[in-house]
């Protein structure tokens, strides 16, 4: 893709982003919640959160083989890894020791075209881990459909669970996108409910939109709750600093990609497009180099498997993710 069509940014940063770029505190909502009921609607809320706005006719760069994101806010630390890039394959790690935190996702993303659409499946699964509460939350994630014709956007799509086995709580989530027509009454939609797994008894209604808000009905009086709201989330974000030049990795998104993004910003696509053939080419020449030695590239953060009955799954090779050089300040 020539970098015209890039954001400054790769996609493992976007994965972090939603997680990191916040400006209020949603996962400290999930572990400080009350009872199960209320920690569960928190972890749905903070799940829809993680579903950002994407901009039609520009993407990030692909990763590279063996690339980090690494980055905190406050105790919370965030790691990601490029584990596989064919096919491409993400693993995200972050904990918070104070909080008693922890998040395990392994995204494998696999286009399917439809003509007039692209839609991504969004395979691998998400974890949430609420230690010191022992519940562990197994979060899907929608499809991102980009539609070409006849009004073209960018929408989240499908349907998605959410289930707590410690709890007994459920949630089933239905992402409406867009119509072909372009209907704006199902745009960018959220629908769903929250119930007991054993009974499937409804204790909430969801509904509202992921990039407005969204609301939780509860069906035993009426009484509506504003769960999300995305402009007060997403408001107010600050910029990451580096504040330990020393630690900072050469696998880092933003030193692999830093000709590329400056050029990028400064408009300047030549030197743009030469960068980002710079990167690519040496990533392959790595590759050329293993396989002439007959070498297996391992991952150095996490532990990768394979199957056919559960896909692809990550598992990081240390129990907390240490501070990082970059920092998000609130």
């Given at each position: ?57 520009v993407a990030p ?121 372009g209907c704006r ?51 107010g974000l600050k ?92």
């Amino acid at each position: 893709m020539p970098p015209i069509f890039n954001i400054p940014k790769t996609m493992l940063q976007v994965y972090g982003e939603s997680v990191y770029c916040v400006g209020k505190d949603l996962l400290g909502q999930c572990a400080n919640g009350r009872n199960p009921v209320d920690r569960f609607i928190s972890v749905v809320a903070w799940n829809i959160s993680t579903l950002r706005p994407l901009m039609f006719g520009v993407a990030p760069y692909n990763p590279i083989l063996g690339e980090t994101h690494h980055v905190s806010r406050g105790t919370l630390n965030v790691l990601c890894e490029q584990v596989s890039h064919h096919p491409p394959v993400s693993s995200l790690h972050a904990t918070d020791d104070n909080n008693g935190i922890e998040m395990i996702w392994c995204h494998h993303i696999v286009p399917k075209f439809n003509g007039a659409s692209v839609e991504s499946v969004v395979n691998g699964q998400r974890e949430l881990k609420l230690l010191n509460r022992g519940e562990n939350y197994v979060v899907g994630t929608p499809n991102l459909l980009i539609r070409f014709l006849p009004m073209p956007g960018v929408y989240w799509s499908g349907n998605i669970r959410i289930h707590c086995q410690e709890t007994g709580l459920e949630a089933e989530l239905c992402f409406g996108g867009s119509s072909f027509l372009g209907c704006r009454a199902n745009q960018r939609s959220v629908r769903g409910k929250i119930f007991m797994a054993s009974s499937r008894k409804t204790i909430y209604e969801v509904n509202g939109h992921w990039d407005r808000a969204v609301t939780v009905k509860d069906v035993s009086n009426g009484k509506l709750t504003v769960i999300y709201d995305a402009p007060t989330v997403l408001s107010g974000l600050k910029t990451p600093i580096l504040k330990d030049p020393e630690g900072l990795w050469p696998s880092e998104s933003a030193v692999v990609w830093a000709e590329v993004s400056q050029n990028i910003l400064s408009k300047c696509w030549e030197k743009a497009r030469e960068a980002k053939t710079a990167v690519e080419e040496g990533e392959r020449e790595m590759l050329r180099e293993r396989e002439a030695k007959g070498e297996t590239w391992v991952p150095k953060h996490f532990t990768v498997s394979y199957s056919k009955e559960g896909g692809w799954t990550c598992l990081p090779n240390q129990r907390l993710v240490p501070p990082a050089p970059v920092v998000v300040p609130f």
